[in-house]
């Protein structure tokens, strides 16, 4: 069973926390337009104004750069407020979404999107699975779901030899973080009321691999792992009341377990439509 999640409030803020099943969840568990592929990439050791590359083979044309994880590649970072900036620039038609997000009507964050030098390096929030997965397409990747493709089933959530994103974190199934197999107070953006700090920015932060940050806080990441609302069209259209994993815990998460690759016996989950105040992503491909 998914854990379920509820918001809390925490130095004036609305944030995300995970409880033990049997409270109410926040909410419950892409086709590519043409855009200009030197707009929004936003990587670690990038120069500003240059698109950062990826290497060995990997996909993508916007967004951070990406790094080979076996036999596919992720995002050295989540996704940040400049990138996410580029693709509304981009003017990416809502009609390009697959039947599960053909509720979802708007790609805005919910609330104002900071355009500032100092809020472009943040990771992107308040935005729900439908505007990741279409941010990710339009990026030439996809949302990180199941190794070979498509999505992973939520009973695989720790199994290393189906998951994108817990393959990444726990490099390959060897660690129960992403920086090493115990875990480390303050290697992450964690427990801290004042918010995200800017993607990559804690060394201390770096794995499963070399390159890849923020796997655990800063913010928690939506992935395509999803079980399907048995209240069917539901409020929001059909799929809106699917519930989804969210990965790695937040800089609002406090109990270690929430911030393991793991995260904890049961991931933590919410509504594909539901936009959090700590819940952003990262991209995977192929």
């Known amino acids: 069973m998914l854990r379920s999640s509820r918001i809390v409030a925490l130095a004036g803020m609305a944030l995300f926390a995970s409880v033990h099943s049997g409270c109410s969840l926040l909410a419950t568990f892409g086709d590519r337009a043409g855009h200009d592929a030197g707009d ?50 981009a003017g990416v038609d809502v009609a390009g979404q697959s039947a599960r997000c053909g509720w979802n009507d708007s790609f805005l964050p919910d609330g104002p999107l900071p355009a500032d030098d100092a809020h472009a390096s943040l990771p992107v929030v308040r935005i729900d699975w439908c505007d990741a997965a279409a941010y990710c397409a339009w990026a030439g990747k996809r949302l990180c779901g199941k190794i070979g493709g498509g999505t992973v089933e939520v009973k695989s959530a720790h199994s290393a030899s189906a998951s994108q994103w817990y393959a990444a974190c726990s490099r390959g199934g060897d660690r129960s973080y992403p920086y090493a197999d115990d875990y480390q107070s303050g290697a992450c953006q964690a427990d801290v009321p004042a918010g995200p700090a800017p993607v990559g920015s804690l060394q201390t932060c770096e794995g499963g691999y070399a390159g890849v940050f923020d796997m655990s806080g800063n913010a928690a990441e939506w992935e395509d792992a999803c079980e399907t609302s048995s209240e069917g069209s539901g409020s929001g259209g059909s799929g809106a009341n699917d519930t989804c994993l969210v990965r790695g815990g937040s800089f609002a998460a406090h109990e270690k377990d929430d911030l393991s690759c793991e995260g904890n016996d049961t991931p933590a989950a919410a509504l594909r439509n539901a936009r959090h105040p700590d819940v952003g992503f990262r991209c995977c491909g192929p």
């Open 40 to 89: 929004g990439r936003d990587g670690v050791g990038s120069s500003d104004g240059e698109a950062p590359s990826s290497g060995d083979g990997c996909p993508g044309t916007a967004g951070p750069a990406m790094v080979r994880v076996g036999a596919y590649c992720i995002d050295s970072t989540e996704v940040t407020n400049r990138d996410y900036n580029a693709f509304l620039a």
